[in-house]
Nanobody, 112 residues
Framework: QAQLVESGGGLVQPGGSLRLSCASSGKIVTVNFMAWYRQAPEKERELVAR???????TYADSVKGRFTISRDNAKNTVYLQMNTLKPEDTAVYYCYGSNGYWGQGTQVTVSS
């Protein structure tokens, strides 16, 4: 049974950067895609970025040009590099594998 563990969240000022990591106990090459979702207070969980097994990536319009998803298959880890952060990026960020597993989430707060 695969487990996903996120890390890298925290408090950052507007315009700053963070890199989230999602470490999998299983081989991520075996799943069709890995993704990052986020959920802000009183809002529905939304897709932020997705990376296919082929390496093709997709992003929510709100993060295009600022966020980058990547994967290291040897380390079974997926990353989300977040630049030029805005207060509206504040949310709990979750890692998801297309085999149905979710991480526990990591809080990202963008505030001055």
């Amino acid at each position: 049974q695969a487990q996903l563990v996120e890390s890298g969240g925290g408090l950052v000022q507007p315009g700053g950067s963070l890199r989230l990591s999602c470490a999998s106990s299983g081989k991520i090459v075996t799943v069709n895609f890995m993704a990052w979702y986020r959920q802000a207070p009183e809002k529905e969980r939304e897709l932020v970025a997705r990376i296919m097994r082929s390496g093709i990536t997709t992003y929510a319009d709100s993060v295009k040009g600022r966020f980058t998803i990547s994967r290291d298959n040897a380390k079974n880890t997926v990353y989300l590099q977040m630049n030029t952060l805005k207060p509206e990026d504040t949310a709990v960020y979750y890692c998801y594998g297309s085999n149905g597993y979710w991480g526990q989430g990591t809080q990202v707060t963008v505030s001055s």
